[in-house]
């Protein structure tokens, strides 16, 4: 698999010192920003941060992104299993939401929430 597959879908960080990654998806991109030891990264602050909206797919800050935590594998195709649901701002997710019993605006994070039991749900199997 090649990150370059899943164009809809990718994502990338950036760090200080200008090294950069790339992730076919975004639940690949919070486990490295949780874990980053755990794959290598430099000593060295992540200081930007991009991911595909979900909708309209251009890149859009990582940062000021809202992310809905989709649950449920058996209404995703992702590539690397289950991912996240991308959105530029507040204003993507209600109609995401609002298709599914299951998922309210609890269900809606930003990057700087993130935990390790949010990151587990998305890529468990690569987390110490």
Same mark, same amino acid.
């Given at each position: 698999?090649?990150?370059?597959?899943?164009?809809?879908?990718?994502?990338?960080?950036?760090?200080?010192?200008? %090294?950069?990654? &790339?992730?076919?998806? !975004?639940?690949?991109?919070?486990?490295?920003? @949780?874990? $980053?030891?755990?794959?290598?990264?430099?000593?060295?602050?992540?200081?930007?941060?991009?991911?595909?909206?979900?909708?309209?797919?251009?890149?859009?800050?990582?940062?000021?992104?809202?992310?809905?935590?989709?649950?449920?594998?058996?209404?995703? %195709?992702?590539? &690397?299993?289950?991912? !996240?649901?991308?959105?530029?701002?507040?204003? @993507?997710? $209600?109609?995401?939401?609002?298709?599914?019993?299951?998922?309210?605006?609890?269900?809606?994070?930003?990057?700087?929430?993130?935990?390790?039991?949010?990151?587990?749900?998305?890529?468990?199997?690569?987390?110490?």
């Amino acid at each position: 698999m090649a990150v370059t597959d899943y164009s809809d879908r990718n994502a990338q960080i950036a760090h200080e010192n200008g %090294d950069e990654m &790339m992730f076919c998806s !975004p639940g690949c991109l919070f486990a490295y920003y @949780g874990v $980053p030891d755990q794959f290598g990264a430099p000593e060295s602050d992540i200081v930007g941060a991009w991911v595909t909206d979900f909708e309209t797919k251009p890149l859009v800050d990582g940062f000021d992104a809202v992310y809905v935590l989709e649950y449920d594998e058996h209404r995703t %195709d992702d590539p &690397m299993g289950l991912n !996240p649901r991308v959105y530029a701002d507040t204003d @993507g997710t $209600p109609k995401y939401i609002e298709q599914y019993d299951d998922l309210d605006e609890d269900y809606t994070v930003t990057l700087s929430e993130l935990g390790e039991n949010i990151e587990r749900i998305y890529r468990g199997d690569r987390l110490p």
